[in-house]
């Protein structure tokens, strides 16, 4: 019988590989490891529950139309974040600016609550995605130089995936380890130690609907990706895409368009988290023309194009 290591106990065995004081990255993931579970209760009777599905009748700073489960999980997020005392402020997908908690914390988070919440009500994967940041500002309360920070001073990052089984998946810069919640113990438990992902894969992942309005070079990489016979596979679903692209192999795209050069994606709280994950199992991540983790950032809610997962794929994604 393999033995069973629950993420609390595997954050204390591996606190040493944490750059800063002991017991701080437990605290830090122990929020989102709560807020997991919590939001999987909601996601899971999504269906049943009226009062949890469908529209919200609000629309976040993105213009998109907020789902009740969407501002839910933000607001709980959120509310364990303050209460942990660790983070100072949060950049949320869901709030205009940065919520500032008085608190004294010395990190700072920016997270996608509930990626891919349109996907609510027809019952496909959903994910929240996060990453954290050391303060960098002394003052009383963060700044926005906190926030514009390029991705290569994450000191951790992750996603929490709500599918078929919810999984925790996480970095600190010492490689990729995958938790999956045993819902009978109500606890995240290691079931993908050390996570790598395939130099090349057979699986491409991109709105096919766009095709005419991307560039030269990506519609001949599609092209060739379908005279190799690759299988297409597109969720609609970022973080289950990636998800499976990590651990099979594969790459997902959102590249710009003449109407949109920054293609649909945000830097600070999708493309830097995963971009840290992937690099840390092997993987590239890059806009097209600069490593994702590079990229200093301007604005807090800043779109990029995306190319992301297998390393050998994504080079010959962006050569052209
Ligand atoms: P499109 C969901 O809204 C999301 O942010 C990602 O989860 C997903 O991969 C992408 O947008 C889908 O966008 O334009 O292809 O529908």
């Known amino acids: 019988m393999a033995t069973i290591k629950t993420l609390a106990e595997f954050i204390t065995e591996r606190q040493h590989e944490f750059t800063y004081a002991t017991g701080e990255l437990s605290q830090l993931l122990t929020s989102f490891r709560l807020a997991g579970k919590m939001v999987n209760r909601e996601v899971n009777k999504a269906g049943l529950a009226e009062d949890i599905i469908g529209a919200a009748g ?25 209460s942990q005392g660790m983070v100072c402020a949060v950049a949320s997908e869901e709030n205009d600016d940065i919520v500032h908690f008085d608190n004294g914390g010395k990190y ?73 919640l045993d819902p009978s113990i109500g606890t995240f438990c290691l079931s993908h130690p050390n996570m790598t992902t395939p130099a090349d894969g057979k699986i491409y992942s991109v709105n096919e609907g766009n095709y005419y309005d991307f560039s030269e070079g990506v519609r001949s990489y599609i092209d060739g990706c379908k005279k190799q016979k690759m299988s297409a596979r597109y969720i609609g679903s970022l973080v289950a895409d990636f998800h499976r ?76």
Not at 58 to 82: M, P, S, T
Not at 267 to 274: G, K, T
Request: hydrophobic share 35%; charged share 15%; with cysteine.
């Open 58 to 82: 609000q629309e976040n700073v993105q213009g998109e139309q907020q789902q009740k489960l969407d501002v839910y999980a933000n607001d709980l997020f959120i509310r364990l974040l303050r």
């Open 108 to 180: 700072v988070v920016t997270m996608d609550p509930l990626d891919g919440s349109s996907n609510i009500d027809v019952n496909v994967s959903i994910g929240t995605i996060f990453s954290i940041y050391r303060r960098v500002s002394t003052g009383d309360k963060a700044t926005m130089a906190d926030f514009m920070q390029p991705g290569t001073a994450q000191v951790a990052a992750g996603y929490i995936i709500y599918g078929s089984s919810t999984m925790l998946v996480y970095t600190t810069g010492h490689g990729v380890n995958g938790f999956t």
């Open 245 to 320: 692209n990590l651990m099979k192999g594969g790459i997902y795209m959102y590249p710009g368009t003449q109407k949109a050069p920054k293609g649909k994606l945000r830097l600070l709280y999708e493309a830097n988290p995963l971009a840290m994950i992937v690099e840390q199992a092997g993987g590239k991540a890059t806009d097209g023309t600069t490593r994702i983790l590079d990229i200093t950032p301007t604005e807090l809610h800043q779109r990029c194009p995306l190319f992301i997962g297998s390393g050998n794929m994504v080079d010959a994604a962006v050569k052209n």
